[in-house]
Each structure stands twice: as C-alpha cells, then as structure tokens.
C-alpha cells in the first residue's frame, strides 16, 4: 500500500567545524574487490559525500569499538557472501555505536541476505527476500532523503520486513518496500538512525546517473552529516537544529 505523509523531525546538527566521518568495510568483507566504498565503483558518491558536509576514511576488516568511535557513518556496499556477516562482537559494537548515535546505511542486493540480517536483526528489519528485478522505483513519503527525488533506478533488489518503528520511503515501483529510515523522529528509540535500500547498484559509479539517482545520493550525505556525532566523546557537544 502507497501512503504519503508531509514528514518533519528536529535533527541533531554536528557542532561547527566538525566532520561526519564515513566508515566501511575493506575489500575482505566486500563482495568484489572494487566494491569497497573507497573503491574504483564509488568514486562518484565519494564525491557526493565530500562534497556535503562527508568525509569518507580509510574502511576497516572488522567493526569494533575502536573503528567505531572515529566515524559517525557506517555504509555497507555488497557484502560478501563468505565473510560479510558480523560475528557476535561485531554486532555488539554495532549496537553500541547505533545507542551513542550513529548512522547505519545499509545497502541490500539479492545477496547475501542472511549477511544483511546481522546488521539488522536486532532492531526488526528482518525477512530480507531478493526479488531481482531492474527497474525504477518511486518515493512514497516526503521527507529529507527524498526531497525532489521523482524516480530512482536499481539493478537487482531485495525486500524486508520492519516494526512500526520504522518509516517507509520508497517501494520498487511493483509494490514491494524498498528503502525505509529508522530515527527518532519515526518512534526509533535505540539512540541513532537507520536506513536500508534494496538494491546497492544504484550509487555505484554505473547506475547513479540514472533516474534521481544522483539526487537521492546527495540527499543521502545531506542528511547523514546533519545528525550524528564523529565520537562518542562529543556526543554532549552536539547541538538541535532545524
């Protein structure tokens, strides 16, 4: 079912001058070796990034607490199908980090889908199920992340199910969800904000000229550098924005 609702929320700015750090995993955790977001298929959205208030830092082949204390942002490109699942620690420092604000963007495909599910399990988006279709997808709600955004395209996706925590941004264009956000302004109470899209191939550097897809992108790196802190540490020092 298509719903649209006018959507507005207070946002936590980050303080003057700080940066919004961009982490991700390196090459051993990534499903094809340019697919990193420091690779040669992202180079567009670095871009992107940097050019929106970003800064996308050197990725790592684990998440622990050290990692995650430097990097408001966390972007999981194309998992791997062997090693992109998170242990039991990982998704520990996770949820620690996810509790002391951090943004979680979380990118499916049609695989690997159980891999996705240890990223997001704990806070209810589960059921992940590849449909794997190319096509062009279309936003159902106003807000932040789709503002001017009429269509977007995507190569192979997958759908998930979710709580009523979570608010519900776009569908696939055939009536299955494709992208949702979780903050505090839709009942997301676990401390930080999540987003899950259903297909990674849109902002790589072969399909984000497509559609609105650049524009999404940008809205995207709008909106991840308007909310969370770079450190644990400054997390007191964030300021409420408009």
Known sequence: MRHLLVFTALAAGFAAGQPCN?????????????GPLTG??????????????GTVVAP??????????????????????????LSAAE????????ASGGTLIVTGDIFP?????????????????????????YPVTTHPITT?????????????????DALLLGDNGLGSDFMIVMEPGTGFTAGGRILVIGDHNMFTNSNIGSADNTLLATNIAIWAASG??????TWGSIKTAF
């Open 22 to 34: 961009w982490g991700s995993f390196d090459a051993t955790r990534i499903n094809y070796s340019s």
């Open 40 to 53: 040669s298929a992202h180079t567009q959205l670095v871009t992107i990034i940097e050019a929106n208030g």
């Open 60 to 85: 790592t082949p684990i998440i622990d607490d050290t990692y995650m204390s430097g990097v408001g942002v966390f972007y999981t490109s194309l998992l791997s199908q062997s090693t992109g699942a």
């Open 91 to 98: 998704q520990t420092s996770l949820q620690n980090w996810i």
């Open 113 to 137: 889908l159980a891999a996705y599910e240890t990223f997001t399990q704990y806070y209810g988006v589960t059921g992940y199920t590849a449909l794997s279709h190319v096509g062009t997808g």
């Open 148 to 164: 001017g955004v009429t269509s977007y395209n995507f190569n192979t996706e997958c759908t998930f199910t979710y709580g009523p």
């Open 228 to 233: 969370t802190p770079l450190e644990r540490s």
